[in-house]
């Protein structure tokens, strides 16, 4: 059962252009989340999708910023006429259901190893 | 809305010393805690998680941590650290409830360990 996969793992973007980051979670996981780490500064929530719904975007800017988990294939997280202040890690995590539900109330979130965004 | 503090953004330890990192969070119901750690150039792994029961859980590595509920924190412990513990380390919470809710994190705590 292959982890969490985040693709590219690094992205370059000139400002301006767009970004597509890419995020597969495991294998049976309905659950995804993203974050983003700026340098030297936590994790911060962004928006949390389950196949085909948006759960909780308040993390998300308002403009740019949009994210989608459709029924068949990854969860995508883009980023549209980037800047040079949307310069970060970005991580994916995913879960099969809510963290503490579900069978046996034991149930986390995996993390991917996260995609390098630059933009010059 | 909850939230999380971690208090020290910094901590130098040497080998062996023991090691106590403080998390409180703020929420008034009940709520799922973990501890994360990232090593340098990596993901995040879970360290430990408490979803209920035992306040003091076990996790990798030789973590532990206590949830205490009227202090609303849940600080890691480690009796005796070595080098291969330096990390960033994360407290994370998310609220527990039949509907989905988003784990949010703290601002993190940089561990560095002097040989």
């Known amino acids: 059962n292959a982890g969490v996969m985040q693709n590219p793992r690094h992205l370059v973007r000139r400002r301006g252009q767009e970004a597509r980051l890419r995020c597969s979670p495991m294998k049976g996981h309905s659950h995804v989340y993203w974050y983003r780490q700026l340098p030297e500064e936590g994790l911060k929530f962004m928006v949390y999708l389950q196949k085909e719904n948006i759960i909780d975007e308040s993390g998300m800017p308002k403009e740019r910023f949009s994210a989608e988990f459709p029924k068949e294939g990854p969860s995508i997280l883009r980023i549209q006429q980037v800047v040079r202040g949307d310069s970060a890690a970005y991580f994916c995590a995913s879960s099969p259901s809510p963290p503490g539900t579900g069978v046996g109330l034991n149930t986390e979130a995996f993390f991917g190893q996260g995609t390098r965004l630059t933009v010059v | 809305a909850q939230s999380v503090s971690q208090h020290n953004h910094h901590v130098i330890l040497s080998e062996a010393a023991s090691l106590e990192l403080g998390c409180n969070y703020s929420y008034g119901g009940t709520v799922n805690l973990f501890w994360y750690v990232q090593y340098p150039g990596q993901h995040l792994q879970l360290l430990l998680k408490y979803f209920s029961g035992d306040p003091l859980v076990k996790g990798i590595k030789g973590f532990e941590a206590e949830f205490i509920k ?13 080098w291969s513990d330096t990390a960033e380390y994360f407290c994370a919470v998310n609220a527990r409830s039949s509907s989905a809710s988003k784990i949010i994190f703290g601002s993190g705590t940089r561990l560095s360990i002097r040989p």
Not at chain 2, 73 to 79: A, I, Q, T
């Open chain 2, 70 to 82: 009227s202090k609303f924190s849940f600080n890691l412990r480690k009796p005796s650290v070595q």
